[in-house]
């Protein structure tokens, strides 16, 4: 049996690293950034490793040489649930969300650089656009950057997306929800 907060597959943490990229990274020295990651899963689709690239001035890259340990967060749809949305009068406000919280050790991989911004290129472009487009400026600033996997050694996935509501209460939510990305999370992480 799942627990009530947690994903209903593996997957569905992929999934929102995949619509949801930029995590916050952190090291054990509390320096933090915005990067965007791609996830890498194993064959049952659980992450294994989160693969991006940083500046090499980043001072996240001298923390991580020192030591490996990080945090990776990351935050999926989210929103306020307001007690208009179901006709129960005595319904309290709620928060519902999904967010994923990895501790990481982080490796550079500086030969898969270029590897790591063609392949984030691709998941935000599609085929709209190539980094050819940037022309003899691209190896400059490949040079500038370095690519790190982030090698996953634990998970806490919480997805509180009104799996504790009563299902006539759920309905009034996702049918009124202004929102209607979350809307549509909540209902799929919700059905039986």
């Avoid at 690293?17 to 933090?32: E, K």
Wanted: charged share 25%; aromatic share 10%; proline share 8%.
């Amino acid at each position: 049996m799942i627990a009530p907060f947690e994903p209903r597959h593996p997957a569905d943490a992929a999934r929102l690293i995949a619509g949801y990229p930029l995590a916050w990274l952190i090291s054990r020295a509390f320096h933090s950034s915005p990067l965007p990651l791609i996830a890498e899963t194993d064959d049952n689709g659980a992450i294994v490793a989160l693969f991006g690239h940083c500046g090499r001035r980043n001072p996240l890259v001298a923390d991580f040489r020192a030591d490996p340990r990080g945090l990776a967060l990351f935050n999926g749809p989210q929103g306020y649930v307001s007690p208009e949305l179901l006709s129960k009068p005595d319904w309290a406000p709620t928060w519902n969300y999904a967010v994923l919280r990895f501790t990481v050790d982080v490796e550079f991989v500086e030969n898969e650089t270029r590897d790591a911004v063609e392949r984030l290129v691709h998941a935000m472009e599609g085929d709209r656009w190539s980094t050819d487009r940037v022309g003899p400026r691209y190896d400059a600033m490949l040079d500038q950057i370095i690519a790190f996997r982030a090698h996953v050694v634990s998970a806490e996935h919480s997805f509180k997306l009104g799996q504790d509501e009563s299902a006539t209460g759920l309905a009034e939510i996702v049918a009124a929800h202004p929102d209607r990305t979350l809307a549509a999370w909540m209902e799929e992480q919700t059905r039986p």
